[in-house]
């Protein structure tokens, strides 16, 4: 079975501290995402990556940032943390077509003060 | 652009109830369409998948038909679980698309 792992499930941070979320995935998978959950809103993607250094940005991409410096690990980078980031996040893994299912790890409820 | 619309919820059943979730989507092209669901405490798993028009998705006893015609792609059990209380999602993703795109979700509680 694929595994996304997810570094942490529960943190709390201060306004305008620089928060890093880590993602890590076992099945070789070329593509890796982030999203943000949150009540009303369903999932709204903030990146993706294709590949090793390639990144595209998604819907929601401000005030976040990303890194991907080998294929198993997809860091999102918050380069300085506000209240209105508060959210669950959730990182996922795919093969590289669009039509493959992607993989989710159980998320980060990231809360910031 | 592309888009995903379900239902509201919360939806509240009783054991046993027949149960259906709908989702219609608009989309350029021919998508793949995807129900996922997430368990409280949870990521989300995919439940069921169907790529072209008219195939049938099938999971744990969860159905959904591709129809082309009304573009929709409406989740169905015959008779739900208190196990099943989850949130469900219902996603498309095109050839010409790497990401997925998200309903808002449907929660469902099952009560015994």
């Known amino acids: 079975d694929v595994k996304v792992t997810q570094s942490s499930r529960y943190l709390v941070k201060r306004t305008g501290e620089k928060v890093f979320l880590e993602c890590v995935q076992d099945?070789?998978?070329?593509?890796m995402f982030w999203y943000r959950q949150d009540p009303g809103l369903g999932l709204r993607l903030i990146y993706f990556?294709?590949?090793?250094?390639?990144?595209e940005k998604g819907d929601i991409p401000e005030g976040y940032s990303v890194s991907r410096e080998k294929k198993e690990r997809f860091s999102l980078i918050l380069e300085s943390a506000s209240t209105n980031q508060t959210s669950m996040y959730l990182c996922?893994?795919?093969?590289?077509?669009?039509?493959?299912?992607?993989?989710f790890g159980d998320g980060t409820r990231l809360s910031i003060l | 652009g592309d888009s995903v619309t379900q239902m509201e919820g919360p939806v509240t059943l009783s054991e046993e109830a027949f149960l259906t979730i709908n989702c219609t989507y608009t989309?350029?092209?021919?998508?793949?369409l995807f129900w996922y669901v997430q368990y409280p405490g949870e990521g989300l798993q995919l439940l069921l998948k169907?790529?072209?028009?008219?195939d049938k998705g099938s999971n744990k006893g969860f159905e959904a038909t591709y129809r082309k015609e009304t573009t929709s792609f409406h989740l169905e059990k015959g008779s739900v679980q208190v196990s099943d209380s989850a949130v469900y999602f219902c996603?498309?993703?095109?050839?010409?698309?790497?990401?997925?795109?998200f309903g808002k979700g449907t929660t469902l509680s099952v009560s015994s």
């Open positions: 996603a498309l993703s095109t050839l010409g698309g790497t990401a997925l795109i």
């Open positions: 099945m070789d998978h070329e593509n």
């Open positions: 996922a893994s795919s093969l590289p077509r669009g039509v493959q299912p992607q993989h």
């Open positions: 169907a790529t072209k028009a008219d």
């Open positions: 989309a350029t092209g021919y998508p793949s």
């Open positions: 990556s294709y590949d090793v250094k390639m990144k």
